[in-house]
Structures are given as C-alpha cells and as structure tokens.
C-alpha cells in the first residue's frame, strides 16, 4: 500500500488545486514589471501554464522584473520553458520568493539574477518522480528518463550556486529543505528580505497555507534534516565572481550595495573552509609521498577570481551523443491521475479510484472494439447530389400529352393548302384547284434501368434503397428526356433563310420575321453559350424598339421573358454561336408514366427491379422551328 499511499497524497495535491485555482498575473510600468506565480505550476496539475507566462515574459520591454514566487512546484517541463524565458529575457531578474519554492519552482527561482528570499520562506529540491506502468523493461526506460531530467536540474543548482551537478544530485536525492538562510548559505538565493512582501494579502497566504506538502518525504523544513553545504558557490547570472579585493573595490565604486558585499563576504567565509582542508590534505599526501615537507597548495580549479585552467575551460570533450530511442514508453501519470483527480473529486472511495486507475492498464483503440459495442457509426442515409433538374425543352412546349399508343400518328395539308379565290359571279365558274393531304407519324423512344439483386436486398433490406434507386431514375430522366426533345427539334428544325446572321440581333430580328410570314409567332429562343452571354450583356440603346420597349424581367438562373414577345434561356447541347427560334405550337411531346416492373427469379434466388417509360417529340410544323449559326464579320 505504500505506493498507493504516495499515490494518494500526490492526487491530493490535484484535488486542492482544484479547489483553490492557482494565481498569476504580471503587471508593468514605469520601466519594471511584476510577476506573481501563485499555485502549482503546468497545465495537468494547476493554472499556471507555460505556454500563457512564457508569451507575456516575452513580450516585454522592461528594465526589471520582478518575480514573486510561492509555489509547491509541478510540471518540470513547464517550470522548465518558464526559467527559460525568464533567462533569454533581456531585462534584470529579480526573484523574490514569498513563502516556497519547491520541486520545479525552485530552478524557476534560480533563474533570477538576483534571488531574495522572504522572511520565513523555505525552498524544496528534490529527484523528478512520477507514476508509470509496465513491464521491467519500459520501467527501466522511465527510471533512465527520471535521472536524465533530475541530472539536468542538477546543473541548473549548480549553474545558480556552484558545485558540480553531482554534488547537487546528492542533495536531490536526500529531497532537501531550506530555510531562508540556509537557501543564501547554500548560494541558491543571494541575500534575505528583511520583511514580509508589502504587497502580500492575505489570500495570497492562505495560498502558501494550502499546498498538500505530505505529497513530499517531508512536509516542510521543520520536518526535514539540516542541509548539506555544497563545497562551491558562484555567483548570480550576469555577474562575474569577485575575491574579496574585488568586493571591496566595487563597494568603494558604488556598483554593488552594503548588503551586497557582506553577502559576498558570507559566501567566500562558507567557500574558504572546505577549500582550505583540501589544500592541507594534498600537501600531506604531496609529503607523504615523496619523504618531503608539506608544499604551498595551488588554487583550487573554480575558486572565486581565479582563472579556470585552460585544460579545463573548453570543458568536456568526446561526449557520446543519444541514439535514437525506440522503447515504448508505458503509461504516465497524465492519462491516469485526471480520472483518478475527477473520481476524487466527486468525492469517490479510494477504491473507486484504484479501480479507475487499473481500468487505465490497458490501451483500448478503436481496433479493438470491432463488434461496435461502443463506436457506432451514425448513419444519416441518402445525401444529397447535385443533378441537373427541369425539363425546359418540354416546358416549352406546354409540357408533355399522354401517350397511349406505341405510335404517334397524324395528318396534315400538303403544301400549297386551297385558298379562297375571288370570282366574277353571275354563273360564272367558280375557282377550284387541286389539295392533298399527307400523314405524320413518329414512334416513340424508349428508355429503361433494370437490375438484377440477391433477393435478400428485397427481402431483409432497408426499402429506402429501392425506393432512392426509383427516385433517381425519375429524376434522371428529366434531363435525358428533355436533352432528346432538344435533338429532335434541331434535327426537324427549318434552316434560316438568307445568309448566315452576323450579330445576335440579326439572327432574331430575322426569325421573327420568317415566322411571321407562315403566321407564326415566336415564343422561345434557345442560344449556345456565348450567344447566350451576347444576349445577357446587351444594354438597352442595344436593342431594336420592339424589344427594348417590351415588359419583361431576367431570372438569377439565366431564363429572360420578355412578356407577350419571347422567352430567352441557354441551351447547352447547342455550338457556341448556335441559335434556335420556335412558336410552342410547331411541336408537341408525348410521354408515358413511369411503368415500375418486378419480378421473382426463384431459380437463381434473385429479384429483378426494372423501370420503363416512352415518349417522343412530334414535329407539327417544321417552318416554324427556325435553326441558325451566328457568324461574326471579322
């Protein structure tokens, strides 16, 4: 249970938070700004978030800024891109910290070029930790990354105060707790404040009050051992290390305060020591060794104001580089201590919680539920597709007649028809003159869709196929049928008599005028697309007097009526230029309903689904459907 105990007091910290959401803001004037970063640092375990501080400490232009910080640490990756920004900013880092600074805000705190601890506050530093599962392997890989990351903080204590990484590893492993004194002692903050921040209210320490610290070996550095001393201590970034000469000639310059150069003093009294014993314990070797006198001791290598050994200063050399890795990391505590926080926080049973977290073992992926038990697809049925609808042809033609037979038969006058003729009277004879008639007939096309299906899709099957199927034969066949309608009446169509028109005005006025002369009227013109786009950029001075003067309108769809004189629309089955008058008496077009035909194929176990329908166009008077091709005069 020790585990899950840890466990326990670690989602405690999340529930707290929760309920007591963690505070930052910055403010700024008169060339300094102020940062407060109250409460747990990263976006899983508080709301301080990296990704929101880091923009606004970027976007500053300040001289100074000030960062008060009382936090119990969180997100190390967070923390990290924080004491980053912090470190790239070009302004003066003055850290304060207010109550604590633990876990990962402390190397927050250590990016300051200046660290002062506030009276009664404590700084925390320990190993990175978290929860995985696995096997031996995968904890292996967690257990490499945990030193990875814990070496890497080392070197930022070390970089603050001095010291190898691994000296600072040592302390992190012991999880280490300063008071204000002993975090200056230690070189990680630079010098104490002597009172509690002004500006702290007392919300901000009921914050500092709140922070779950049993989720740390030690709750507090009244629980915790005395620190140890590291041996080396540098001093703050920006700043260059000073013996006590150099101490004493920047106070005389005014660079550096009082307070300043005492706490440098304090820091090469804790240095001198250590650094002392060694240099004795060398020369006693050094005699040892060769039967002689103890010698003066060099400086040692890193002492304030003395220069690093050459040997020494290009620092490390012939580091192996990482390979790639390709291990599976197992499960990390994001994926389950946010259900595990969500169960707390419903005020759940620790059993509930541990049964969230053993759900969380195994990875589920949609691969795995095949039977659909949980991801079930959202059927919406048919949607929509754009076809093309209408039937403008027929429409223009007063639409279809029924027809009832399987051919279209009639008569009419052969041509010259008996006309009435003047004659004298008084017995005289009266005209006569031969006539005739001829028949006209046209027999329909034909047009079908069938299918054969399993029997099964007719039987067990959802009826809305069958039925979408019906439906989009009907409306197909609009635009089938009336593209042949469309065919018929070019092919039956009279030529334009004359030359070839050379404008669009010409080709109208023209056919009006050869209708006229049989008596008929046109009603509809059909233009290719170009003729068509002609017509629509026509202005009125354009157009002749008995157009210009007509009463009509332009539809959005391209259709123009001109009332009591024509109708104009596209025709796209026609050439560019082609052009196509007709009075809707000259043709009539005759059409069945839809016959829907089925029937059992029992051998076979199939259905056969079929649809038929009939209908043709019936040329009345071929003289009035007049046919052209514009032809422009270069």
Excluded: C
Excluded at 158 to 168: L, N, P, R, T
Excluded at 474 to 502: E, K, M
Aim: proline share 5%; net charge negative; hydrophobic share 45%.
């Amino acid at each position: 249970m020790k585990h899950f105990d840890a466990l326990r007091s670690r989602l405690r910290l999340i529930e707290a938070n929760a309920q007591h959401p963690a505070r930052w803001n910055l403010e700024q004037g008169g060339g300094t700004a102020s940062l407060h970063l109250y409460g747990v640092v990263g976006g899983f375990w508080g709301d301080i978030v990296a990704s929101d501080v880091v923009r606004e400490i970027d976007a500053l232009d300040v001289a100074e800024l000030h960062v008060y910080i009382n936090s119990p640490g969180g997100d190390v990756y967070d923390g990290i891109s924080i004491r980053n920004a912090l470190r790239r900013s070009s302004a003066s880092i003055v850290v304060h910290v207010d109550g604590l600074a633990a876990s990962a805000a402390s190397f927050i705190a250590a990016a300051g070029d200046t660290v002062i601890m506030g009276e009664n506050s404590e700084l925390m530093i320990h190993d990175a930790w978290t929860i995985a599962l696995g096997n031996a392997d995968e904890l292996r890989v967690v257990a490499d990354d945990l030193d990875r990351i814990s070496d890497n903080i080392a070197a930022m204590y070390a970089e603050k105060a001095g010291g190898s990484a691994a000296d600072w590893r040592a302390v992190m492993k012991a999880e280490t707790w300063y008071s204000a004194d002993e975090a200056v002692a230690a070189g990680l903050a630079d010098r104490l404040e002597g009172a509690a921040a002004d500006d702290q209210t007392d919300d901000e320490l009921d914050v500092a009050a709140r922070f779950d610290l049993p989720i740390y070996a030690h709750a507090g550095r009244a629980a915790a051992p005395a620190p140890t001393l590291i041996a080396a201590m540098a001093a703050p970034r920006k700043e260059t290390s000073m013996n006590r000469e150099q101490l004493a000639a920047a106070l005389a310059a005014g660079t550096i305060t009082q307070a300043q150069h005492d706490d440098g003093l304090r820091i090469l009294d804790a240095m001198a020591v250590p650094l002392a014993t060694e240099a004795a314990a060398a020369a006693r070797d050094a005699a040892a060794s060769f039967g002689g006198s103890p010698a003066a001791a060099a400086p040692a290598a890193g002492a304030p104001g003395v220069a690093v050994p050459a040997e020494y200063s290009a620092g490390p050399s012939n580091i192996p580089q990482p390979g790639a890795r390709v291990t599976e990391r197992p499960a990390s505590l994001m994926n389950i201590a946010r259900d595990a926080a969500e169960r707390i926080q419903a005020r759940a049973s620790i059993q509930e919680v541990v049964a969230g977290i053993n759900n969380a073992l195994t990875n589920v992926v949609p691969a795995d539920d095949a039977g659909e038990a949980f991801l079930q697809t959202e059927k919406i049925g048919e949607i929509w597709q754009a076809v093309p609808e209408g039937r403008p042809h027929v429409d223009a033609l007063g639409g279809p007649k029924p027809l009832t037979g399987p051919k279209i038969e009639g008569w009419k006058w052969t041509l010259p028809t008996p006309v009435l003729q003047a004659y004298a009277g008084n017995l005289a004879e009266v005209p006569t003159g031969a006539w005739a008639t001829e028949k006209v007939e046209e027999t329909p096309s034909r047009w079908a869709f069938a299918n054969k299906v399993d029997r099964i899709y007719t039987d067990l099957g959802s009826p809305a196929l069958v039925a979408s199927l019906l439906e989009i034969l009907r409306r197909g066949h609009g635009p089938v049928s009336d593209n042949a309608v469309a065919a018929d009446l070019v092919a039956g169509a009279t030529a334009l008599a004359g030359t070839a028109p050379a404008t669009l005005i010409d080709a109208i006025t023209r056919s009006f005028l050869q209708l006229k002369k049989i008596g008929a009227v046109p009603t509809q013109f059909w233009m290719g697309e170009t003729a068509f786009t002609d017509f629509s950029n026509l202005k009125i001075s354009d157009l002749p007097a008995w157009i210009a003067n007509a009463t009509g309108f332009v539809k959005l769809d391209g259709n123009t009526s001109l009332a009591n004189v024509f109708d104009v629309d596209v025709d796209f089955s026609l050439a560019a230029q082609g052009f196509l008058a007709l009075d809707s008496r000259a043709a009539d077009v005759y059409e069945t309903p839809f016959f829907e035909v089925s029937a059992e194929d029992v051998a076979h176990g199939g259905a056969d689904i079929g649809v038929f329908t009939y209908g043709g166009t019936f040329i009345n008077d071929a003289r009035a459907v007049v046919k052209a091709t514009i032809t422009p005069v270069p």
